[in-house]
C-alpha cells in the first residue's frame, strides 16, 4: 500500500499490483488547485487525460486537443503534485510514427513534468510503444474504448464481447506488454476478460468501466463531481457522500481500496 507522505513511483503501483491488498486510485486533474486537492487525498496517481478537450474545453470529442495544450495543462498539474504519480496524455496524431512519438512524450516529460506517458494503443502501435520504451519513456498503455477513435456519432459500448474481439484484446495487452509498457489501462473492456488480463498481465492494469479486478481504478475528475451529463454508466457522483470536493476524493480513495467501487 502507498503510505500517505510517501512519494508514489512506478513500483509503488508495482508492488501494490503484486502484493494484491489493495487498489491503487487514480483521478483526472487539468489544472494546479484541482491537482493540489487530489494529491492531497492519497490519489496514487493523476492523469492529465485529453478528456480535457471535453471536459475544459467544450469540444465534442478528444480529438481537438493539440500537444500544446497537453504541455500546457500538465505543467499547471505538476506545479502543485507532491506525492502522486503524474501521467499524461499523448494525444490525437501526436505519435503517428516512432520519431514523433518520442519527440512528444519528451516534450511531456521535459517541459510539461510528466512522469509517465499513456497512448491509445492497437496492434498499430506496438512498435511506438517499444520505441518509447527504448528511450527510457515509462508508457501507459490505453486499450479496450479509445476515445480519440471515436468521433461524436459513435456509440460507447463494451470492448471484448466477441470472441475475435478478445481474442485482439488479449494479444495486443500481451505485445504491448513485451514491447515495453509499464502500465495498461483497459477502458469500458467487458469484466471477465478483464480480469483475465489483469490476472495474466506482468504489469500493473488500471481500469475504468471494466469490473472490479483490475489493480487500480481511474476515474475523469467531472464525473466524480457528478458535473457530466449524461454521466457515463461506469462512472459515480461520488458528491453525495459527503460536503464537498475534497469528502468526495476522499470517499472515491477509501471505495477504491476497500473494493467496494467499482
Ligand atoms: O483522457 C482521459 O481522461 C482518459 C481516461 C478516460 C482514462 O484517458
Do not use: W
Not at 519513456?137 to 479496450?144: D, K
Not at 459513435?154 to 513485451?178: C, I, K, M, S, W
Request: with cysteine.
Amino acid at each position: 500500500m502507498s503510505e500517505p507522505d510517501q512519494l508514489v513511483a512506478l513500483d509503488t503501483l508495482r508492488r501494490m499490483a503484486r502484493e494484491g491488498k489493495r487498489r491503487f486510485a487514480g483521478l483526472t486533474a487539468y489544472d494546479a488547485t484541482f491537482a493540489r486537492v487530489l494529491d492531497a487525498c492519497g490519489v496514487e496517481f493523476i492523469l492529465v487525460g485529453d478528456s480535457l478537450g471535453m471536459v475544459v474545453q467544450g469540444h465534442g470529442t478528444t480529438r481537438p486537443v493539440t500537444m500544446d495544450d497537453m504541455v500546457y495543462h500538465t505543467q499547471c498539474v505538476a506545479r502543485s503534485v507532491r506525492r502522486a504519480l503524474l501521467i499524461s496524455d499523448l494525444p490525437y496524431m501526436s505519435c503517428c510514427d516512432v520519431p514523433m512519438a518520442q519527440a512528444n512524450a519528451a516534450r511531456l516529460v521535459q517541459e510539461g513534468g510528466a512522469q509517465v506517458v499513456k497512448l491509445e494503443a492497437s496492434q498499430e502501435q506496438v512498435e511506438i510503444v517499444r520505441g518509447l520504451s527504448e528511450q527510457g519513456l515509462p508508457v501507459c498503455a490505453h486499450l479496450g474504448l479509445r476515445p480519440q477513435s471515436l468521433t461524436q456519432m459513435d456509440r460507447v459500448r463494451r470492448h471484448g464481447r466477441t470472441p475475435d474481439e478478445a481474442a485482439e484484446l488479449r494479444e495486443t495487452a500481451l505485445a504491448l506488454e513485451q514491447a515495453g509498457a509499464d502500465l495498461l489501462l483497459l477502458e469500458c473492456v467487458v469484466d471477465d476478460l478483464a480480469t483475465e488480463i489483469t490476472e495474466r498481465a506482468g504489469i500493473p492494469v488500471i481500469g475504468i468501466g471494466s469490473g472490479a479486478a483490475c489493480d487500480g481504478q481511474i476515474l475523469v475528475l467531472h464525473d466524480l463531481l457528478g458535473l457530466t451529463d449524461p454521466m457515463p454508466k461506469h462512472a459515480r457522483s461520488f458528491m453525495d457522500s459527503g460536503n464537498g470536493i475534497a469528502d468526495a476524493v476522499r470517499a472515491y480513495v477509501e471505495a477504491v481500496h476497500s473494493g467496494s467501487f467499482p
